[in-house]
């Protein structure tokens, strides 16, 4: 794997880190590609010995199991001035780290990991801290690399948190 | 200023005053009344404890919460379900750690004692210990629910002998239940998995938004509303053709046009399917919950069960302290409907009505500083105004329950706190009033004529 590939890649994820910190949303979605898929299961604990398909199986409950469209919908509701819990405004840091590149078979798609550490704070005191990993595929665009498929796995049962005002 | 101390001496008729429609702020608040509630509310209703649809099969399992003692609720053998409390019984140890899954027994990691799937105690490691006489093992299974009952795929239980049989306990709500429940050949289903979030409010909050509090959405949901519908504020409210009705402390909300829920939900094709179905729903369930179903509309079973018919979230709020509640959602569909349309049903669940959704990330953050402004010892002695359409009562002849015209009021949640009030006072079942008198005692609950007023 080339050096110059794996650094395009990390300063891509922190542009975007960077994107979603300040809310903006449009120029993320400038980042995603036509078919993204973007997923998050909801995992439950369950024993070893259980073999139940919680990560890949989409008809299973989901925080996000989102085609561009979807994404699209969720955003519109900042745009609309009456996103009440939304003002004034959550204050994020995404950091991301663990960050590896991966060839696949088709030339212009690379497989990314990496993992995540967003922080939320708001008004007073509300704050919470979400970890996790991320499962990536970036393809390679004229207008740079955009994502194409986000595989996020949080690491809480229960989501210790209100609400998921946040793009992982 | 008079300066008024709580006493909390198990009468709570100062802390409401539902005829001129106000409480006091300290029922969302006292840790003493929070546990006065866990005593006389959660361990003597009947609660939802799973869906049939969860536990399919023998040994299927789930863990969950009544109040907060956490029991297991098992299929058995012969289809029955059993649920019992996960405490083994020799040192208190829970003896499942997994959200659900399929088992032969559950042993405690403690000592290795060792239950079937009816909670009977097996054995144990090392059972040479206990010489003979020190232990009966039929007397020491994990401790059994009074009760449990089914309607229509909801799986209750109650810790009460006393309670009354689940069909009284929801009564005329049966009536309303079936639109959720039965509005479709084949019944309905869950889908697979649960998502669990934390809110730091009090679990009354939850349940009242939903039981009528129709009035928020429109102001609250704007945002959501506007993301789900092509730009388009709340659906317009009609006053005079939509309603609250409530019945034992349990309460629906709703319009008559059909289709705002629907609407809401943000899936075309959804309403697609609902709009072909409904003439043989008027067959299934009459022309009024035909036009009822899919309108704008909420509702809870008391004390803690909430959905919305339509939308198609259903969850439990989970008591953790007065001040947080764990939320549990769930998808529920009907096991008929083609894959396509429970995918794009579950799809606009989580969009509208998960923790990521465009309405529900506006509720937590309301009910949380709903409860926690009252840390403050001034505050939490002021009033809440709870008197919206308090003289729009009627008599209808073919809605059963307490009816009340005008779907933005707060006669569900007056009607409820009614309820959570007789039963804080009552000794025992047999001391709690009937609200109202029941139309569909012993009747069938289905078909066009079910609910009418009788003459």
């Known amino acids: ?67 561009l469209e979807d994404l699209k919908k969720r955003l519109r509701r900042l745009e609309s001035g009456t996103a009440w819990s939304e003002d004034p405004a959550t204050r994020y840091t995404h950091m991301i780290t663990n960050i590896e590149v991966v060839p696949t078979e088709k030339e212009d798609e690379v497989l990314v990991y990496s993992n995540f550490l967003a922080y939320r704070n708001r008004n007073e005191k509300d704050q919470d801290t979400l970890i996790g990993n991320r499962e990536d595929i970036w393809r390679k665009t004229a207008e740079g690399y955009k994502l194409t498929k986000r595989m996020i796995i949080l690491k809480q049962n229960v989501l210790l948190s209100k609400n998921l005002n946040v793009y992982l | 200023m008079k300066i008024e101390k709580f006493k909390d001496n198990g009468r709570y008729d100062s802390y409401m005053n539902l005829d001129e429609g106000w409480l006091d702020r300290r029922v969302f608040w006292e840790q003493s009344i929070y546990e006065r509630e866990m005593e006389q509310i959660f361990a003597r209703c009947w609660l939802f404890v799973a ?39 020799h040192r208190g140890n829970k003896v499942s750690f997994a959200d659900a899954g399929n088992t032969r027994r559950f042993v405690c990691n403690y000592h290795g004692w060792g239950f079937g799937t009816d909670g009977a105690l097996m054995g144990m490691h090392e059972e040479y210990c206990y010489d003979a006489g020190d232990i009966d093992k039929s007397q020491w299974g994990l401790k059994q629910v009074a009760k449990v009952g089914n309607y229509k795929g909801l799986i209750f239980a109650t810790f009460d002998e006393e309670a009354p049989s689940l069909e009284n306990y929801l009564g005329d709500f049966r009536w309303y239940l079936d639109m959720l429940l039965d509005n479709e050949e084949g019944g309905t289903e869950l889908i697979g998995g649960c998502i669990k979030s934390v809110i730091g409010a009090n679990w009354k909050f939850g349940v009242e938004n939903f039981i009528g509090d129709a009035y928020h959405a429109g102001w609250t949901h704007d945002s959501g509303a506007r993301a789900m519908n092509n730009g388009q504020p709340f659906p317009a409210i009609d006053m005079k053709n939509s309603y609250h009705a409530s019945v034992n402390g349990h309460g629906w909300e709703f319009g008559t046009e059909g289709m705002g829920d629907l609407v809401l939900l943000g899936r075309p094709k959804v309403l697609e399917y609902y709009n072909k179905i409904r003439p043989k729903m008027a067959e299934r369930l009459g022309e009024m919950r035909s036009k009822i179903f899919g309108s704008v509309a909420s509702a809870s079973i008391f004390p803690n069960v909430s959905f919305l018919p339509g939308i198609s979230t259903f969850r439990q709020w989970m008591p953790k302290g007065p001040t947080q509640f764990e939320l549990r959602t769930w998808v529920i569909v009907n096991k008929n409907m083609p894959d396509d349309i429970k995918e794009e049903i579950t799809k606009g669940v989580m969009q509208t009505f998960g923790p990521g959704g465009a309405f529900e990330m506006d509720d937590g953050e309301n009910w949380e500083n709903c409860t926690l ?83």
Not at chain 1, 3 to 30: F, P
């Open chain 1, 1 to 67: 794997m080339n050096l110059e590939l794996i650094k395009t890649i990390e300063q891509t994820l922190y542009r975007e880190a960077r994107l979603l910190d300040q809310e903006r949303y449009k120029e993320w979605v400038g980042m995603l590609t036509e078919d993204i898929h973007y997923h998050m299961p909801g995992i439950e604990t369950r024993y070893r010995r259980d073999k139940t398909e919680q990560v890949h199986d989409l008809s299973r409950m989901a925080f996000y199991n989102d085609n």
């Open chain 2, 51 to 89: 869906h049939d649809s969860q536990v399919p099969n023998p040994g299927d399992f789930l863990t969950t919460y009544m109040g907060e003692d956490g029991v297991i609720v098992c299929r058995q053998k012969d289809n029955s379900v059993k649920v019992f409390l996960n405490s083994c019984p």
């Open chain 2, 373 to 455: 402004t009252n840390r403050g010892v001034v505050t939490r002695r002021e009033k809440l105004h709870y008197r919206s359409g308090i003289s729009r009562r009627i008599e209808h002849p073919e809605l059963p329950g307490i009816v009340y015209q005008g779907q933005y009021n707060d006669a569900n949640q007056r009607n409820m706190y009614q309820r959570w009030l007789d039963l804080m006072h009552a000794e025992s079942w047999k001391d709690v009033p009937e609200q109202y008198s029941p139309r569909l005692n012993g009747k069938e609950t289905m078909g066009p004529k079910a609910g009418f007023k009788a003459g």
